[in-house]
């Protein structure tokens, strides 16, 4: 048996549509089955709410009088790429403020933006004669602007690595601070509520698909870069290690601060916190199964990040439920754990998610093109020198 999208989305017209999160829908397939789960649920909603450096935002200021095409520009004095068209400009998530370095980044700045804050703007130009102006200092906000659109290449990662620290000093990284000689383990995933491990080969989870982004609704714009489908899996088929992403684009003015947070690693810089729900539409058993995946059963790498290359050493695997219980039993100690993402924050997303299909106001969309379920990464060389010069 199967059902298709338009049917799932003709049950949401007639208000018929039965809708549950992924840790629910845990529980019911381990009581009913994943036949029964099938038959009885039409739509499973994920979420995942945690910090997601590959992020940022697309802005069109509008044009000043006499006109000027940007060529740097600050915002709040945060630098952001102006290398677009004249008043067209890109904000990383990662930047870093000229004035207050680590503790104000790019990512404060789109927070500020969804939060209606006047945010100041200085721009400079080297004059052309279709674009005379120079400079220009003023003030904007998301009533001033034309467009603003969040557009982040590289999203709800299909798992993530665990982060550990054998060194003899504590690490300052994107996973947080690592305490020395194996004192604390971080991770950043939802685990059994995390979008893409709810549907591991990519099956319903494509380009076009309609997502939950901070608060209103986006859509999968592509693959997101680094996406590595190609790794080591369970028997089941769910990965053990940073596997597939997502590059997610949505409405900057519609968004919520609930779900799209600015925020510091200490002595690491500046990111942005962001909140994604995908709801995945049970088409037959086997997604009833793949949904119905709890945390006992989701395992994630651990890497020693004391090791300053690219394949650090793995030291073993955990599961998400030995990881939320708040210690693991990893080389002979137990070692405390830590969460960077939040996964009561991920159920509220996943929950509102719900209400919205349940409600009318929420449709599914079939993707206009699948994701790549085979590739790797390529590895970046260095370039050897020979007299002075880099060469090939």
């Known amino acids: 048996m199967k059902r298709t999208v338009s049917e799932i989305n003709e ?5 018929k549509v039965v809708v549950v999160r992924a840790d629910e829908m845990t529980e ?3 009581q009913e089955g994943a036949r029964e789960a099938f038959e009885k649920v039409d739509v499973v909603t994920t979420g995942t709410f945690g910090p997601m450096c590959s992020s940022g935002a697309f802005l069109n200021l509008g044009q000043s009088d006499p006109p000027i095409k940007m060529s740097r520009v600050w915002l709040n004095d945060v630098p952001v790429c102006a290398d677009l068209a004249a008043v067209d400009i890109y904000i990383g998530a990662t930047a870093i403020s000229e004035k207050a370095g680590m503790n104000y980044g790019g990512g404060h700045v789109i927070q500020d933006f969804v939060d209606g ?12 004669d279709c ?4 400079e220009i200092e003023t003030y904007i906000n998301k009533e001033t602007v034309n467009q603003a659109f ?8 299909q798992n993530y690595s665990c982060a550990t620290n054998g060194s003899e000093r504590a690490l300052y990284t994107y996973m947080g601070i690592l305490l020395p000689k194996f004192g604390n383990i971080t991770y950043s995933s939802a685990g059994q509520l995390s979008p893409l491990l709810n549907d591991p080969y990519y099956r319903t989870v494509g380009i076009g698909t309609r997502v939950f982004l901070c608060g209103a609704e986006g859509y999968v714009a592509w693959q997101g870069t680094q996406h590595k489908p190609s790794v080591k899996r369970t028997k089941k088929g769910f990965p053990v290690e940073p596997a597939g992403s997502l590059a997610l684009t949505g409405d900057l003015k519609k968004m919520s601060s609930r779900f799209l947070r600015g925020a510091r690693f200490h002595r690491y810089g ?4 962001v909140g994604v729900g995908i709801p995945v539409p049970v088409l037959d058993d086997e997604m009833a199964s793949f949904t119905g995946v709890g945390d006992d059963e989701l395992e994630t790498s651990v890497f020693d990040y004391s090791e300053q290359k690219r394949s650090r050493r793995k030291l073993g695997s955990v599961t998400y439920e030995e990881l939320r219980s708040g210690k693991v039993e990893l ?4 070692i405390p754990t830590a969460p960077l993402s939040s996964y009561k924050v991920a159920r509220e997303i996943a929950e509102t998610l719900k209400s919205w299909i349940a409600k009318g106001d929420f449709f599914l969309t079939e993707p206009v093109q699948p994701l790549p379920v085979e590739g790797d990464l390529k590895v970046l060389e260095a370039g050897r020198r020979k007299g002075g010069q880099v060469v090939q």
């Not at 049950?11 to 208000?15: L, T, W």
């Not at 080389?331 to 137990?334: A, E, F, N, R, T």
Request: a positive charge; zero cysteines.
């Open 270 to 273: 500046a990111t942005l916190f």
């Open 131 to 134: 674009y005379p102006r120079r």
């Open 117 to 128: 804050k006047s945010i100041r703007l200085r721009a400079t130009g080297y004059g052309t």
């Open 331 to 334: 080389l002979g100690k137990s």
């Open 150 to 157: 969040l557009f982040n290449p590289r999203n709800a990662y």
């Open 28 to 30: 019911i397939v381990r």
């Open 11 to 15: 049950k949401i017209k007639r208000g």
